[in-house]
């Protein structure tokens, strides 16, 4: 899992980054090719554990962050 942390906190900390509508974009990139790694590594352990534990998370993460950079305009 310290990888997994590892990774979270990168796309945590690439996303906090964002100014622009346009800089959140490639997040979803990354959300969605971590997810892929996640699921090839135990599909299982991802349905039970991961995908409520870290992508969901993430994916929340960026729609918030787009909704703030919007009220900003």
């Not at 906090?16 to 509508?21: E, L, M, Q």
């Not at 991802?46 to 918030?64: A, S, T, V």
Request: with cysteine; proline share 3%; aromatic share 8%.
């Amino acid at each position: 899992m310290n990888q997994h942390g590892d990774v979270k906190k990168w796309v945590e900390k690439v996303i906090n980054s964002c100014v622009t509508w346009e800089q959140t974009i490639p997040c979803f990139g990354l959300i969605r090719n971590f997810e892929k790694q996640l699921v090839a590594e135990d599909e299982s352990k991802y349905r039970l554990e991961w995908m409520h534990g870290i992508i969901l998370p993430l994916q929340k993460k960026l729609l918030d962050k787009r909704d703030n950079i919007l009220m900003k305009k």
